[in-house]
T-cell receptor
Framework: GIQVEQSPPDLILQEGANSTLRCNFS?????LQWFHQNPWGQLINLFY???GTKQNGRLSATTVATERYSLLYISSSQTTDSGVYFC?????????FGAGTRLTVKP | DTEVTQTPKHLVMGMTNKKSLKCEQH?????MYWYKQKAKKPPELMFV???????INESVPSRFSPECPNSSLLNLHLHALQPEDSALYLC?????????????????FGEGSWLTVV
């Protein structure tokens, strides 16, 4: 099956810092999404981004489908950005998650 | 309305009990999913229904029995579970491949049901 690798596994930042999270995947995909999971377990959609670049406030994402990777950028991080960030890829309704990046933003 | 609703939010059950988790969406999606998530792990796919038919079953034990009564509802029937089945169970929905949408095939998750088996 498709392999999804995320890096780094853990990231600790000071408030205000910028960061880049990476997602590599092993095959062509129909769909790629970035999620933020809050401490209560809710998976919050950040981006639907099978290819190209999108921005939403302090967050932006880029997927280079031909090279099978995606990047999530977080600028001017805030303590509320803490949590786990998952990349998930989908082929024919089969959506698989990477292991996630656990982000801690310290005040 | 981009919402997937799951009930109950918390469930404690004994190993001999029979219970059900319920999921509902009103986005007109025709694909619905069950995922299981253990602590500090990513969600793992259990089942996928597409057009109310089971299309993916990830070799899940038969003590978990999914049901899709109609295009808006998805149930997960639980029977004779083990303590190691304790986890967060997540429901999700999307459009199946090939269905044109303005949001692409974005998958939306519910808030999950926290299950404890005692």
């Amino acid at each position: 099956g498709i392999q999804v690798e995320q890096s780094p596994p853990d990231l600790i930042l000071q408030e205000g810092a910028n960061s880049t999270l990476r997602c590599n995947f092993s095959d062509s995909v129909n769909n790629l999404q970035w999620f933020h999971q809050n401490p209560w377990g809710q998976l919050i959609n950040l981006f639907y981004i099978p290819s190209g670049t999108k921005q939403n406030g302090r967050l932006s994402a880029t997927t280079v489908a031909t090279e099978r990777y995606s990047l999530l950028y977080i600028s001017s991080s805030q303590t509320t950005d803490s949590g786990v960030y998952f990349c998930a890829v989908e082929i024919d309704n089969d959506m698989r998650f990477g292991a996630g990046t656990r982000l801690t933003v310290k005040p | 309305d981009t919402e997937v609703t799951q009930t109950p939010k918390h469930l404690v059950m004994g190993m001999t009990n029979k219970k059900s988790l319920k999921c509902e969406q009103h986005m007109g999606h025709r694909a619905m999913y069950w995922y299981k998530q253990k602590a500090k792990k990513p969600p793992e796919l259990m089942f996928v229904y597409s057009y109310e038919k089971l299309s993916i079953n990830e070799s899940v034990p038969s003590r978990f029995s999914p049901e899709c009564p109609n295009s808006s509802l998805l149930n997960l029937h639980l029977h004779a579970l083990q303590p190691e089945d304790s986890a967060l169970y997540l429901c999700a929905s999307s459009q199946p491949p090939g269905v044109p949408t303005t949001a692409g095939n974005t998958i939306y998750f519910g808030e999950g049901s926290w299950l404890t088996v005692v």
